[in-house]
């Protein structure tokens, strides 16, 4: 049910065309992926989702635990019909929750016990339990259970970090058993050279349908997450789909893709959407600012997304003023619809050769702002 297929290489850069089959369709890459955590893009319908071009979205199985459950979402026929997305469907495995809610949690071997965000309620989450809650929801590709370490952190902490992932990642192997859901291995090992290629060797032996790099985007600077793009994809089946988690700007998913990435997802464009912020040009306009009052044009003339098809500034500047939340709406499906556009536009590009002139990722703002 799972096939990766190289349709095309990059002569000058490592980028490649590609395409993942799941059982609920292909995935055209280089691809964004929206997050949608809790069973839904955050203001966005399916039959909206669909129209940016959307091909693989994402879920989290920590959240989907807490509210409203696995059993819920299995009972109803799986992630795809509860939220009414025929296209394929990716679930993180709370590993990040591990990261993101620190206080509130406590690591062993065993696993990580939670207090649950929403009541105070201990919540025990192990790798077997990740898989668990993830066959039950039904997703594509299921994450494995990693521990994502906070930058900064000592040598000792991420090494620490990365055998626990090992560690979790065998059990995870072990625990799965969907034979219509792929399970993706994470790479960790902070901003430690030798650690991520420690991970990386590892992860690859597990010989899985599909890799991941984490860790990345967790408070380092700029240049070690260009570091780690540049380090780790060549230390992964060369077969076998990459994916970089949490990055969702222009350079950086340019930058990645001319090193051998090929999936991509963040939480960004929804999270500007919801603040009156649209992504145009590669740049952040604040709809909010006076000088979109008067202003009729269309958000972005180069795009074709609902919103810039039949929305002027102005009119988006008059709803995000008002707090309306069809302004939020609007944003958000323009913000993703530029990121989708964006990394389809660069798989053209590889096509037809002319990606390391128009995607340069080491110029600040290059050609391809122009182009597509």
Same mark, same amino acid.
């Given at each position: 049910?799972?096939?990766?297929?190289?349709?095309?290489?990059?002569?000058?850069?490592?980028?490649?065309?590609?395409?993942?089959?799941? *059982?609920?369709?292909?995935?055209?890459?280089?691809?964004?992926?929206?997050?949608?955590?809790?069973?839904?893009?955050?203001?966005?319908?399916?039959?909206?989702?669909?129209?940016?071009?959307?091909?693989?979205?994402?879920?989290?199985?920590?959240?989907?635990?807490?509210?409203?459950?696995?059993?819920?979402?299995?009972?109803?026929?799986?992630?795809?019909?509860?939220?009414?997305?025929?296209?394929?469907?990716?679930?993180?495995?709370?590993?990040?929750?591990?990261?993101?809610?620190?206080?509130?949690?406590?690591?062993?071997?065993?696993?990580?016990?939670?207090?649950? *965000?929403?009541?105070?309620?201990?919540?025990?989450?192990?790798?077997?339990?990740?898989?668990?809650?993830?066959?039950?929801?039904? $997703?594509?590709?299921?994450?494995?259970?990693?521990?994502?370490? *906070?930058?900064?952190?000592?040598?000792?902490?991420?090494?620490?970090?990365?055998?626990?992932?090992?560690?979790?990642?065998?059990?995870?192997?072990?625990?799965?058993?969907?034979?219509?859901? $792929?399970?993706?291995?994470?790479?960790?090992?902070?901003?430690?050279?030798?650690?991520?290629?420690?991970?990386?060797?590892?992860?690859?032996?597990?010989?899985?349908?599909?890799? $991941?790099?984490?860790?990345?985007?967790?408070?380092?600077?700029?240049?070690?997450?260009?570091?780690?793009?540049?380090?780790?994809? *060549?230390?992964?089946?060369?077969?076998?789909?990459?994916?970089?988690?949490?990055?969702?700007?222009?350079?950086?998913?340019?930058?990645?893709?001319?090193?051998?990435?090929?999936?991509?997802?963040?939480?960004?464009?929804?999270?500007?959407?919801?603040?009156?912020?649209?992504?145009?040009?590669?740049?952040?306009?604040?709809?909010?600012?006076?000088?979109?009052?008067?202003?009729?044009?269309?958000?972005?003339?180069?795009?074709?997304?609902?919103?810039?098809?039949?929305?002027?500034?102005?009119?988006?500047?008059?709803?995000?003023?008002?707090?309306?939340?069809?302004?939020?709406?609007?944003?958000?499906?323009?913000?993703?619809?530029?990121?989708?556009?964006?990394?389809?536009?660069?798989?053209?590009?590889?096509?037809?050769?002319?990606?390391?002139?128009?995607?340069?990722?080491?110029?600040?703002?290059?050609? $391809?702002?122009?182009?597509?």
């Amino acid at each position: 049910m799972f096939r990766f297929h190289i349709e095309n290489n990059c002569s000058q850069t490592f980028a490649r065309v590609a395409v993942l089959d799941t *059982p609920h369709g292909k995935v055209k890459t280089p691809r964004f992926m929206p997050v949608g955590t809790l069973g839904t893009v955050k203001g966005i319908t399916s039959e909206q989702l669909k129209s940016t071009s959307a091909q693989m979205i994402l879920a989290n199985t920590f959240h989907l635990h807490l509210q409203p459950g696995e059993d819920v979402v299995r009972m109803a026929g799986g992630i795809h019909k509860f939220m009414n997305w025929k296209e394929p469907i990716l679930t993180d495995s709370g590993g990040f929750q591990v990261f993101s809610l620190a206080k509130l949690n406590s690591i062993d071997h065993k696993g990580v016990s939670f207090q649950s *965000p929403r009541d105070g309620q201990l919540i025990e989450l192990t790798p077997e339990k990740s898989i668990q809650i993830q066959m039950a929801l039904g $997703a594509d590709v299921a994450m494995a259970f990693d521990q994502c370490p *906070p930058f900064p952190a000592s040598e000792n902490d991420v090494n620490d970090a990365c055998n626990r992932t090992h560690d979790w990642l065998k059990r995870c192997v072990s625990a799965h058993y969907k034979k219509d859901q $792929a399970l993706f291995g994470i790479v960790q090992g902070g901003c430690f050279e030798h650690l991520r290629k420690k991970s990386a060797q590892v992860v690859s032996e597990f010989d899985l349908p599909g890799f $991941a790099i984490g860790g990345v985007s967790v408070g380092e600077p700029i240049n070690e997450i260009h570091k780690i793009v540049r380090q780790v994809p *060549p230390l992964l089946p060369q077969d076998r789909p990459r994916y970089l988690m949490g990055i969702g700007t222009l350079k950086e998913m340019s930058l990645a893709v001319a090193n051998g990435i090929d999936l991509f997802d963040c939480v960004l464009p929804t999270r500007l959407g919801r603040h009156g912020t649209a992504l145009v040009e590669g740049e952040q306009w604040n709809l909010r600012n006076a000088r979109f009052k008067n202003d009729f044009l269309p958000l972005d003339k180069s795009c074709a997304c609902e919103t810039c098809k039949g929305y002027s500034r102005a009119y988006l500047h008059h709803l995000i003023r008002n707090k309306e939340l069809l302004g939020l709406t609007l944003l958000s499906l323009h913000n993703i619809s530029h990121l989708i556009r964006f990394t389809n536009a660069m798989r053209l590009a590889i096509k037809d050769g002319s990606f390391s002139e128009d995607f340069a990722p080491w110029q600040s703002r290059s050609k $391809a702002h122009h182009t597509w």
